[in-house]
C-alpha cells in the first residue's frame, strides 16, 4: 500500500458524503485522510462535522471575491496550504473553473445525484421526476470544464418510486452516494482508475 492519499472536501451544506469519506478514511477503507474541509457558507453543516472530527474547516466566502476565477485562486492556495491531492466536491454549489481544474488535473471528483447524462445541473431530483424516469441514481465523475460532463467514475441506480416527493428520491439515491463516493476515493487512492479519454477504467 502507498502513502496516504491527502484529500481537500469542498462543501456547501449538510457534508453527508463528507461524512461518509471521513468515516471510511476513519475505517482504514480509504487509504487517505481528509486534510482540510472549505465551504462557501459559513452555516454549511458540514463544517460542524469536519471539526467534531478534528479537520480544519474553513470558511471561505465567494462574495468576497471579485468573480468565479479570484475565487478558485483562493481555493487553489488554500488546498495547496494543506498539500491537498485530491478535491473532492461534496455537495459544493459553485460553478468552478480552469484556474482549479488547471492546478489539480484529473484530481477534481463530484457526486452528482443523476445517472448521467441526463438531469445535469441544479435540481437533478426534481427534473427526474418531472421527466417522469423509472430509474434515477448517482454519478461519481472527474470535473471537467463543463457542467456535470466529466468522465464517468461510478454510477448507482435506485427505482423511481410511484408517489415519490423530491425528498423521499433524493434519500433513496444519497444512501447510494454514501456507498460509491468513498467507493470511488478508495480506488482513486489506490491509484486503480486509468483515464482515457471520457472512459475511466478500473486496473485489477
Ligand atoms: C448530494 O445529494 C449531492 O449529490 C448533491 O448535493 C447533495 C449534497 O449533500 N450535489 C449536487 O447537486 C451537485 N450538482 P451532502 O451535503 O449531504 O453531501
Known sequence: MGKELKIGVLISGSGSNLQSIMDACAAGAINGRVVCVISNKADAFGLERARKAGIPALHLDHRAYSGREAYDE?????????????????????????????AFPMRVMNIHPALLPAFPGLHAQRQALEYGAKVAGCTVHFVDCGTDTGPIIMQAAVPVLQ??????????????EHRIYPEAVRLFSEGLLQVDGRVVTVSA
Open 74 to 102: 483562493a481555493l487553489v492556495a488554500t488546498l495547496r496550504e494543506f498539500e491537498v491531492e485530491l478535491v473532492v466536491l461534496a455537495g459544493f454549489m459553485r460553478i468552478i473553473t480552469s484556474v482549479l481544474l488547471d
Open 163 to 176: 408517489g415519490d416527493t423530491e425528498e423521499s428520491l433524493c434519500a433513496r439515491i444519497q444512501k447510494e
